[in-house]
């Protein structure tokens, strides 16, 4: 279990593991060797509300930094996910099509969208926000957003 | 046990200014002016949530069945809160996975993939009025 950076706008509460590196766009990187787990962020699944179907690059998807890995249709909107990295899809989490709302129930953990092999980690890497700075990126889209409602 | 007496109460939330909620209220208003009127009734949350004696007194006294937009489930929550008992809760979410080709657009009209889905859901409701009905007709529940 990652821990969390936290904070409350509004009514709502926006985590933000520790253990990751993110985009600013919500999407997020876990890195072991050069296979790279990515998913969307606590934020970013909060603000498009609860997830009707997700579809994810299959397995041998050539994805390069920015594309689109997956495209999440909600409620309220259908989301395209750029990927935080550059790779080959090896792995899409197989859950989501049974269980999409496991995106809204576990972000960074069940709720996964796809592992790649990067062609280049340490420069993806390089471009990533650290979590410390979405967070403080990320309050401040999260007040924005508040003062729609 | 009179019709009035085997009445099942449908409680769809508000869901103002959302789609989801329009396709709730949608298939609410079907289920108890068209497929089921005789068997059903039809509870405003908002007098639920307004504490109306009427409305909670009405739900303490039938199943209700409840439709939800969001996971919120603002519905089938307000009438626990109101002393009712939830009979079936039903998600809109859940019916649209099961039918995907019907994806719902629109707030105040929907498009007509939400007026189908609408129907599909008033569909599913109309079955556990049957269920609710007949099993309070049965001998055990006489």
């Given amino acids: 279990m990652p821990d969390y950076l936290e904070t409350t706008v509004d009514k709502f509460i926006f ?39 997700a579809e994810v690059k299959p397995e041998g ?10 495209t999440i249709e909600t409620i309220k909107a259908n989301v395209e996910v750029p990927s935080p990295v550059g790779g080959t899809v090896v792995e899409a989490n197989p859950a989501l099509a049974m269980s999409p709302e496991a995106i809204n129930q576990d972000p960074y953990g069940e709720g996964w969208l796809a592992v790649l092999e990067a062609s280049d ?16 990126l990320m309050k401040g889209q999260a007040e924005e957003e508040a003062q729609k409602l | 046990m009179s019709p009035e007496e085997r009445k ?12 989801y909620g329009t396709v709730s209220r949608e298939a ?7 497929l089921r009127p005789g068997s059903t009734g039809l509870v405003a949350l908002s007098l639920l949530v307004l504490g109306d004696e009427e409305a909670r007194a009405a739900v303490q006294a039938h199943p209700a069945v409840t439709i939800d937009g969001c996971k919120l489930a603002c519905a089938a929550k307000m009438v626990q809160e109101s002393g009712g008992h939830v009979a079936q809760g039903i998600a809109v979410l859940d019916v649209y996975r099961r039918n995907r080709e019907l994806k719902p657009q629109g707030i105040a009209e929907l498009n007509q993939g939400g007026q189908q889905l609408a129907h599909a859901v008033a569909e599913e409701i109309a079955a556990v009025v049957d269920d609710l009905v007949s099993c309070e007709e049965a001998p055990d529940h006489a």
Avoid: H
């Fill in chain 1, 121 to 136: 980690w340490p420069k993806d890497r390089d471009t990533l926000l650290d979590p410390g700075a979405y967070f403080e």
């Fill in chain 2, 8 to 19: 099942v109460l449908v409680v769809p939330c508000s869901g103002i200014g959302k789609t």
């Fill in chain 1, 15 to 53: 985590r933000v593991a520790t253990d990751r590196l993110y985009t600013a766009e919500g999407a997020w990187a876990l890195a072991d060797g050069d296979r790279v787990r990515v998913g969307m962020t606590d934020f970013l699944q909060q603000l498009n509300g609860d997830v009707a179907f």
């Fill in chain 2, 28 to 34: 609410a208003y079907e289920v108890t002016e068209d």
């Fill in chain 1, 61 to 70: 998807t050539a994805v390069a930094t920015g594309d689109e890995v997956a």
